[in-house]
């Protein structure tokens, strides 16, 4: 793996397990690089988190292009997706975009419509297919999988770590059509999340 891949994967793991303000010179450590080689392709912590973004992103939404070209079954392909993003733990990486971060970056946009275009095909065919209730939208379900991969305050990551699959399992229950009950309130929409800030 050449260095700047690992300094993208140890900054990913760090920004998850203590944030995103954690030292970079233990970040270069744990690459296994030196910190002038963390600098040099990195030279601000604003540029090294861009960069896990994207990487994560892009890495979530590859998940959803595999999830829907191999699996037959629309819902199963969506169970799929929700589960492999899940162990991305994006939740715990919404804290770093907040602040100054730029959401409408040029690299950062396109990272983002990729992945909501890749999610909302998922979304689209298991309501085509029935096998998804009508009263919900893609919002709903980026929301629930933010909240449920953050960690709480004051606690590890692990501690939480046990029961995440458990609970996203139990949202996706409540997705599947026939619809148990009715839902209050409207759907959540990708724009509706625009519009009122991201989880």
Same mark, same amino acid.
């Given at each position: 793996?050449?260095?700047?891949?690992?300094?993208?994967?140890?900054?990913?793991?760090?920004?998850?397990?203590?944030?995103?303000?954690? !030292?970079?010179?233990?970040?270069?450590?744990?690459?296994?690089?030196?910190?002038?080689?963390?600098?040099? @392709?990195?030279?601000?912590?604003?540029?090294?988190?861009?960069?896990?973004?994207?990487?994560?992103?892009?890495?979530?939404?590859?998940? !959803?292009?595999?999830?829907?070209?191999?699996?037959?079954?629309?819902?199963?392909?969506?169970?799929?997706?929700? @589960?492999?993003?899940?162990?991305?733990?994006?939740?715990?990486?919404?804290?770093?975009?907040?602040?100054?971060?730029?959401?409408?970056?040029?690299?950062?946009?396109?990272?983002?419509?990729?992945?909501?275009?890749?999610?909302?095909?998922?979304?689209?065919?298991?309501? !085509?297919?029935?096998?998804?209730?009508?009263?919900? !939208?893609?919002?709903?379900?980026?929301?629930?999988?933010?909240?449920?991969?953050?960690?709480?305050?004051?606690?590890?990551?692990?501690?939480?770590?046990?029961?995440?699959?458990? @609970?996203?399992?139990?949202?996706?229950?409540?997705?599947?059509?026939?619809?148990?009950?009715?839902?209050?309130?409207?759907?959540?929409?990708?724009?509706?999340?625009?519009?009122?800030?991201?989880?």
């Amino acid at each position: 793996m050449r260095n700047r891949e690992r300094i993208v994967a140890a900054a990913r793991e760090m920004f998850v397990e203590s944030g995103a303000q954690v !030292a970079l010179d233990e970040i270069a450590r744990r690459a296994g690089v030196g910190n002038a080689t963390l600098y040099r @392709h990195f030279p601000d912590r604003e540029a090294l988190v861009h960069e896990v973004v994207v990487c994560v992103m892009a890495r979530i939404t590859r998940s !959803a292009e595999r999830a829907a070209a191999e699996e037959a079954d629309p819902f199963g392909a969506l169970r799929r997706f929700t @589960h492999e993003a899940a162990d991305e733990r994006i939740g715990a990486l919404c804290p770093m975009l907040s602040g100054t971060f730029d959401h409408d970056e040029p690299g950062i946009a396109a990272a983002r419509d990729r992945l909501e275009g890749a999610v909302q095909g998922l979304f689209e065919r298991a309501q !085509a297919a029935g096998r998804m209730r009508p009263d919900v !939208a893609v919002g709903d379900l980026l929301v629930a999988l933010s909240q449920l991969t953050r960690p709480l305050p004051g606690t590890a990551c692990p501690v939480n770590d046990q029961f995440v699959h458990r @609970h996203l399992q139990l949202l996706l229950d409540g997705l599947e059509a026939p619809a148990r009950s009715e839902l209050p309130g409207a759907p959540a929409t990708l724009e509706a999340l625009r519009q009122h800030g991201r989880p």
